[in-house]
């Protein structure tokens, strides 16, 4: 998820959490929990969120107020599973509803969708309703096996190589990048 969001964000941009506040690991990967070192605040990446309605759900109107306030939203984030929140998952319809709603609202940003703990858990995924890029967790599928470490990123060519090239070098090829 650090390398999806890594390869796309540069000094001066924003990353915008459309689901809330992220769960414990991204806020240290973002700078805003923990003492860890190169955060996206060490880089100069600004960040946002929209805070949920008490039922759970993407409050739309107080996001799109947010989103139109601020100029340098590069990403928009969507996590799919609670993380260690008490609120539903998202299903794939709402999120296709949230892809459709940032593409009215801001249609360059790039919406990513952290997935982890959504795969295998519906027959179509985020990607199908026009999300640019999502990553996820190989050791936390369904089933708990198959992968011991490790994860994915899947999307738009031009924004996985992105990613690849920050987890490498540019111009360096892994395989399956």
């Known amino acids: 998820i650090t390398t999806a969001l890594m390869g796309q964000l540069r000094p001066g941009d924003m990353l ?3 689901t809330g506040m992220p769960y414990d690991t ?4 973002i700078g805003i ?3 860890n070192t190169s955060t996206m605040k060490e880089w100069g990446i600004d960040f946002d969120y929209a805070p949920l309605l008490d039922n759970g759900k993407v409050d739309y109107q107080a ?3 947010k989103m139109k306030q601020d100029k340098n939203i590069k990403v928009v984030a ?3 599973s609670r993380g260690y929140s008490s609120r539903e998952t998202f299903t794939v319809a ?3 509803e949230m892809i459709s709603f940032v593409k009215k609202v801001l249609p360059n940003a790039i919406i990513f969708i952290d997935n982890c703990y959504g795969e295998f858990s519906e027959t179509e995924e985020a990607t199908f309703y026009g999300a640019d890029i999502m990553a996820g967790s190989l050791f936390k599928n369904a089933g708990a096996g198959f992968a011991k470490t490790g994860g994915y990123i899947v999307g738009k060519e ?3 190589e992105n990613a690849a090239n920050r987890l490498l070098i540019p111009g ?3 395989e399956g990048a």
Do not use: C, D, M, T
């Open 78 to 80: 969507i996590q799919r």
């Open 63 to 65: 996001a799109e107020e």
């Open 16 to 18: 915008f959490y459309l």
């Open 33 to 35: 929990a923990g003492s």
């Open 172 to 174: 360096g090829r892994a």
């Open 26 to 29: 991204i806020q240290q990967v």
């Open 94 to 96: 709402e999120i296709a």
């Open 158 to 160: 031009k924004l996985i």
